[in-house]
């Protein structure tokens, strides 16, 4: 069963806004990543939060995770066309030997 | 450069014609690992590897099958295709696979169309 619910599903924002992504999961984990994927191309790692971290930074992106909610959130500021892909969380279990990945919010950038 | 490929990118088959379709990565990463994309799915895990030799179920296992024999390649063999295996299909790969310190991000390759009449 899919681990991580991204919401929203679909997200279509103007250029320079900025475009914020949850996702809630349900059992315990050692981490979660976000993944952007252009579409129909593999995905690209963008950031990693451990369990025992609750905010984390890189270049226009906020990554914030709240383990007694089960829930992430992806920010990012200052949206550009570039941006527009579909992008995911995916949880690491205690084990480390998997990552269970959500279904996806797919983000428009309308210039 | 580091990377994960994956042939054929592109696969029109017919049901029942056994097919592979190959991975292999530069990075000499341990771990390796094979998806399928469909929509409003996501990414479901299929198999994968923890090294040479070793290899297990992900969620959706049935209908395939993977090989380990050296730790850069990762071949997906599909024995009887069916029209349900349509889709579009990743493999990863990362290192260290039980490093609780120092967890990785996955690589992965540019993915594989498959259609199955």
């Known amino acids: 069963s899919q681990q991580g619910e991204e919401d929203p599903q679909a997200l279509s924002i103007q250029e320079g806004e900025n475009a914020t992504m949850n996702c809630s999961y349900k059992?315990?984990?050692?981490?979660l990543q976000w993944y952007r994927q252009n579409s129909g191309r593999g995905l690209v790692h963008l950031i990693l939060?451990?369990?025992?971290?609750r905010e984390k930074h890189s270049g226009r992106l906020r990554v914030t995770l709240d383990t007694s909610k089960k829930s992430s959130s992806l920010l990012i500021t200052a949206s550009r066309a570039a941006d527009t892909a579909s992008y995911f969380c995916a949880t690491g279990n205690f084990g480390n030997e998997k990552l269970t990945f959500g279904t996806g919010t797919r983000l428009t950038i309308i210039p | 450069e580091a990377q994960v490929t994956q042939n054929p990118r592109y696969l029109i088959t017919v049901t029942g014609k056994k097919l592979t379709v190959t991975c292999s990565q530069n990075m000499n990463h341990e771990y390796m690992s094979w998806y399928r994309q469909d929509p409003g799915l996501g990414l479901r895990q299929i198999y994968y590897s923890m090294n040479v030799e070793v290899t297990d179920k992900g969620d959706v296992p049935e209908g395939y099958k993977v090989s380990r024999k050296e730790k850069r390649n990762f071949p997906l063999i599909l024995e009887s295709p069916s029209p349900n295996q349509t889709s579009l299909y990743f493999c990863?790969?990362?290192?260290?696979?039980?490093?609780?310190?120092?967890?990785?991000?996955?690589?992965f390759g540019p993915g594989t169309r498959l259609t199955v009449t």
């Open positions: 939060i451990r369990s025992n971290e």
């Open positions: 059992t315990s984990i050692n981490n």
């Open positions: 990863a790969s990362r290192p260290r696979p039980d490093d609780w310190t120092s967890v990785h991000e996955q690589y």
